[in-house]
């Protein structure tokens, strides 16, 4: 007998569900695209324990019909797909018949579901794979799916799985970028009875995109409007096909600037998608706008004839494979190029290739912008002169509607293809560069500093025993703020300000989520803040070391990192990340002057920090140039 045998359906199922359902967030899919198929125009998912324990889906859909329900859980078995040809032209969500099946086998799965034309509905409930039960039964049209315990019988599985909060951001995440793909219709999204996400149907994106975000972050985007385009074609096409690519939706302005990828969502013709011919399209968009390893905010819809795109790449179909790649990726980079360079005006920094005269700018609005982009130059960008920086290759500051003030600094990243600024002459190629400041031996000479004064207002000049010393103000601070808030934090003694009036703010379903996960830390640290209606929470107290107006904006950013370091993080790295952003914030800005007293005051605390080398995102706190170098830059030596 020959060695080859045809697998049973049971286990072809459990195979083809690792590829398929991953996780509770990939359950989630399959089952909201069905219902999006089945034309439902309100979805309700309601989760527990993350989704491991339970996932239900109700939709007014169109329902199944009694056979159909029980045929819905064979391998291939689709309404939406009859012959191969149909593959080559996708319009529906769902096509190969395998979502069903291979849920139902690695969970307890119960269908309910009734037809408008039948008299009445049907339910169908299987537990790994075999089938329980299947009856008649006097339901609503439309479908409930409900799954219970995922992976109870794949303990392999389930073992990846990660916490619970987890799990539920990646679900809230999906439901919400579904919500905003189809502003039409009405989600809601519950768990463990608590509301995370209800919305009801709107007109447009731009009211959908407010329902999900709030205003906050509506001010931040730019609409692209509908950018439409005809592909080219040198070969003959029937004259049916249309060759038009539609690009839609939000991006938001260069200086909102996000520090992972999450905030970008994808659809192609409404399927969300990951896709790098995409995703490589927007961040060239933002080139020389934003720096590199910053993202934005982008709400992207390109909507195509179906046979411009094989959505049959990869089973749990996020990926795409575009029939003229190039053409797309130049057509989205293009529309979203011209739109933020339009709405240009807005924005604050400017492209340092084409510098443009325009109105000066009220001080006190550049003031905050200067502080703005202070901040961000702190955050853990990657930054190509981060070690040794020579004074030729520091770029100037330059504003998009100001003459460039004298002495301020540029916090974009320099533009690869960017003239030098002529503004310094390159007198200093034969001073040797600074050396970051690393090994400990230099450290003791920390506490002899004697500052000799300010360099921009930015950076500390001090003579030390063994040379001369650059010391980034901001930084410095940075550090020191930071081992203090921690040594607080560890002795539960964070010096907390009530405020007058509680301050409110809105939070997305995935924010209220990181806010759940990381309520306690923010507590120990020095926020008060409680739950405060649908998805707002209030905070009545604050670290004493940020300013009020700080508050808002450090919360965002603390949930917005947490959101990263969810993934892997140790309760340790989401405390040190609290305490970095708090440090952060409170630091002593750049372009800020500081007399002899407080310059002392800064190298002296700093002399007693634990790690006074680098700041806590890892930048250089110091660069020395030794007495050595100095003497050989002047040759004697
Ligand atoms: P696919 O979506 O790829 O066709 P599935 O296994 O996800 O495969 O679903 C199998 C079939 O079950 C679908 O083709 C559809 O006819 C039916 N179905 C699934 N979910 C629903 C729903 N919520 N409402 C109506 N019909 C559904
Ligand atoms: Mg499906």
């Not at 797909?81 to 969500?93: E, Y």
């Not at 190029?337 to 510098?355: F, K």
């Not at 508050?551 to 609290?578: C, H, M, P, Q, T």
Request: with cysteine; hydrophobic share 40%; charged share 25%.
């Amino acid at each position: 007998m020959g060695r080859i045998r045809v697998l049973p359906d049971a286990v072809a199922n459990q195979i083809a569900a690792g590829e398929v359902v991953e996780r509770p967030a990939s359950v989630v899919k399959e089952l909201l695209e069905n219902s999006l198929d089945a034309g439902a125009a309100e979805i309700r998912i309601e989760v527990e324990s993350g989704g491991r324990r339970l996932l239900r889906i109700a939709d007014d859909g169109c329902g199944m019909l009694r056979d159909d329900a029980m045929l819905a859980f064979e391998r291939h078995a689709t309404s939406k797909l009859s012959s191969v040809k149909d593959l080559f032209s996708i319009a529906t969500l769902g096509f190969r018949g395998e979502a069903l099946p291979s849920i139902a086998s690695v969970s307890r799965l119960t269908l309910e579901t009734h037809a408008a034309e039948e008299s009445t509905g049907t339910v169908v409930e299987i537990h790994g794979g075999k089938l329980i039960r299947c009856e008649e039964a006097a339901l609503a049209n439309g479908t409930i799916l409900t799954v219970r315990d995922l992976f109870f019988n794949v303990p392999a599985r389930k073992k990846f799985l990660r916490s619970d909060q987890t799990e539920l951001a990646h679900v809230a995440s999906l439901v919400t970028h579904y919500s905003l793909a189809h502003p039409d219709k009405a989600f809601a999204l519950r768990s463990d009875n608590r509301e995370l996400l209800n919305v009801t149907p709107v007109e447009t994106l731009r009211e959908r995109v407010f329902q999900v975000f709030g205003d906050q972050t509506l001010e931040d985007l730019i609409d692209l409007g509908g950018h439409e385009k005809e592909l080219p074609l040198p070969e003959p096409v029937d004259g049916e096909r249309s060759r038009v690519f539609l690009l839609r939706g939000f991006v938001s302005r260069p200086q909102v600037q996000k520090y992972n990828r999450n905030s970008i969502y994808l659809f192609v013709n409404g399927r969300l998608i990951r896709d790098k011919l995409l995703l490589h399209a927007l961040t060239a968009a933002y080139h020389n706008l934003m720096p590199s390893g910053a993202f934005p905010f982008a709400l992207l819809f390109l909507d195509c004839d179906a046979e411009e795109v094989d959505v049959n790449v990869h089973p749990s179909k996020t990926e795409v494979r575009f029939r003229h790649g190039s053409w797309v990726h130049d057509f989205v980079r293009d529309a979203i190029r011209d739109t933020i360079v339009q709405s240009r005006p807005v924005s604050s920094l400017a492209l340092r290739a084409e510098p443009q005269p325009g109105a000066r700018l009220p001080y006190s609005e550049f003031s905050q912008r200067v502080e703005d982009a202070a901040v961000r130059f702190s955050l853990p960008i990657v930054r190509d002169d981060a070690q040794g920086v020579q004074e030729a290759d520091l770029p100037m500051f330059t504003l998009q509607a100001a003459p460039p003030p004298p002495q301020r600094f540029d916090f974009s990243e320099p533009a690869p293809a960017a003239p030098k600024s002529s503004r310094i002459p390159d007198t200093h190629s034969a001073m040797p560069s600074g050396v970051a400041l690393d090994s400990f031996d230099s450290l003791g000479a920390l506490k002899d500093l004697r500052p000799l004064g300010q360099l921009h207002e930015s950076f500390i000049l001090a003579a030390g025993r063994d040379g001369l010393w650059i010391i980034d103000q901001h930084v410095a601070h940075e550090r020191i703020l930071f081992e203090q808030v921690l040594r607080q934090r560890a002795a539960g003694s964070v010096e907390k300000q009530q405020l007058l009036l509680p301050i409110v703010i809105e939070l997305t379903a995935a924010q209220q989520i990181q806010y759940a996960v990381i309520a306690d830390e923010l507590r120990l640290s020095g926020f008060e803040s409680e739950p405060f209606g649908n998805r707002t929470i209030s905070i009545a107290a604050a670290p004493a070391a940020v300013g009020a107006g700080e508050i808002e904006k450090i919360l965002f950013e603390i949930l917005e990192n947490s959101e990263k370091e969810l993934r892997g993080a140790s309760l340790d790295e989401v405390r040190r990340n609290v305490c970095a952003t708090i440090a952060c914030r409170a630091a002593i800005k750049i372009n800020t002057k500081l007399d002899q007293r407080k310059m002392e005051w800064l190298l002296a605390e700093l002399g007693q920090c634990e790690h006074p080398t680098n700041c806590p995102h890892g930048r250089p706190i110091a660069l020395r140039y030794s007495t050595r170098d100095i003497l050989r830059g002047f040759h004697r030596i």
